[in-house]
């Protein structure tokens, strides 16, 4: 198990035929666990089993790479968990899973009911684990995104964000690919973009 904060650098694992980005959470709440899938052409999709403003629900990319296996809503031992699986392919740049709380909810942040998000490679028998010990406590922040799951040339990169939105937002983090003067010429970096989205219609 490979333990990751924000700011570490990132992980790379073998890649290998399917990737699962777990998230955990106390069942004391209903969280729900939704992923933005962007395209190596910069296009973004939504794997949700709900919608919003503009964006229908849908469980899987219309390629079948990306699919969310259901909501669980309240777990039982007092542990509740959703999952997504991935299938990399050379279309897809990057999965972002999110962690989301709805204001209907009601008080209660990622830090208090212990938001984590566990990524596996699989047959490589590789797991990496961003918990929640150092998550936001602010009651009025609803949605998390604990990492992200790069699908680079040979291997997945996986990157410690930790980045969450505005107090009392409802909308969805984006992904935008951005040209860096750092970089070599024609290359980009994969940047989450907070409250950019659109807005979630669940609950």
């Known amino acids: ?11 790379s694992l073998t890649k290998t035929a399917g990737v699962t980005a777990r998230m955990t959470w106390s069942s004391h709440t209903d969280y729900d666990l939704y992923a933005i899938v962007v395209r190596t052409n910069g296009d973004v999709e939504y794997v949700a089993t709900f919608g919003a403003r503009g964006v229908p629900a849908r469980m899987s990319t219309a390629d079948g790479a990306v699919k969310h296996l259901g909501d669980v809503g309240r777990g039982a031992q007092g542990i509740a968990e959703e999952t997504i699986e991935i299938k990399l392919n050379d279309s897809i740049r990057a999965v972002v899973p999110v962690a ?7 008080p209660g942040s990622f830090y208090r009911y212990g938001v984590t998000l566990e990524i596996d490679n699989g047959a490589a028998g590789d797991r990496v684990m961003i918990a929640a010990e150092n998550a936001n ?3 009025k922040v609803y949605s998390c995104v604990p990492g992200m799951i790069e699908n680079a ?17 409802e909308n969805r983090p984006t992904v935008k690919l951005r040209r ?3 970089l070599r010429k024609g ?8 409250d950019e989205g659109p807005r979630n219609n669940h609950k």
Request: proline share 4%; charged share 20%.
């Open 187 to 194: 290359a980009e970096t994969t940047e989450v973009v907070m």
């Open 100 to 106: 989301y709380s709805a204001q209907s909810n009601g």
């Open 1 to 11: 198990m490979i333990n990751m904060n924000k700011g570490d650098a990132p992980v």
């Open 137 to 139: 406590p602010d009651d």
């Open 180 to 182: 860096s003067s750092l």
């Open 153 to 169: 040339q040979d291997s997945v990169v996986i990157h410690a964000l930790e980045q969450y939105s505005g107090r009392g937002s």
